[in-house]
């Protein structure tokens, strides 16, 4: 091929990998690696910008299953994935997002209504659980009683 045609061809412009995902950098055929050398000490500049290109597609780090956008890497660590940590609202332990509707099935401040009906006000659950046993072991057999003729 004679030096001109390979020139022009070298400066043509080329696009992000993930362009079709929104990414508008561009750069020339003759920063891309023709094929991959044993032993490159520097990137190209396509290498070095898909290593931080915002629209690639990474996986979570937390390991949740997610893939997503780079630049949609702070919202899906705070507030979509699953592996995040977030405090219990009602006993403020820290507990991995995924597993927050299983504490709350045993946790001792979550709010429950008087298993007696007697109240429009919710306990928490360690207190519903104490006061029902009480119910059960001194009122109830002290009620029977006074019936009892």
């Given at each position: 091929?004679?030096?001109?045609?390979?020139?022009?061809?070298?400066?043509?412009?080329?696009?992000?990998s993930y362009h079709d995902n929104g990414?508008?950098?561009?750069?020339?055929?003759?920063?891309?690696?023709?094929?991959?050398?044993?032993?490159?000490?520097?990137?190209?500049?396509?290498?070095?910008?898909?290593?931080?290109?915002?629209?690639?597609?990474?996986?979570?780090?937390?390991?949740?299953?997610?893939?997503?956008?780079?630049?949609?890497?702070?919202?899906?660590?705070?507030?979509?994935?699953?592996?995040?940590?977030?405090?219990?609202?009602?006993?403020?332990?820290?507990?991995?997002?995924?597993?927050?509707?299983?504490?709350?099935?045993?946790?001792?401040?979550?709010?429950l209504d008087c298993p007696n009906g007697?109240?429009?006000?919710?306990?928490?659950?360690?207190?519903?659980?104490?006061?029902?046993?009480?119910?059960?072991?001194?009122?109830?057999?002290?009620?029977?009683?006074?019936?009892?003729p």
């Amino acid at each position: 091929m004679d030096k001109p045609l390979q020139k022009r061809i070298q400066a043509l412009r080329v696009k992000c990998s993930y362009h079709d995902n929104g990414c508008d950098w561009k750069g020339e055929l003759r920063e891309l690696p023709v094929c991959p050398p044993p032993t490159q000490p520097h990137p190209t500049h396509l290498q070095a910008h898909v290593q931080e290109c915002d629209y690639a597609v990474i996986e979570c780090p937390k390991k949740c299953g997610d893939s997503y956008e780079r630049r949609f890497h702070e919202t899906h660590i705070t507030e979509d994935c699953a592996r995040r940590m977030v405090d219990c609202q009602y006993c403020k332990k820290e507990i991995k997002h995924e597993q927050l509707e299983e504490h709350y099935r045993a946790c001792t401040n979550f709010p429950l209504d008087c298993p007696n009906g007697c109240s429009k006000i919710k306990y928490p659950r360690e207190e519903v659980s104490h006061n029902y046993t009480i119910i059960l072991t001194i009122a109830i057999p002290l009620r029977l009683k006074q019936y009892t003729p």
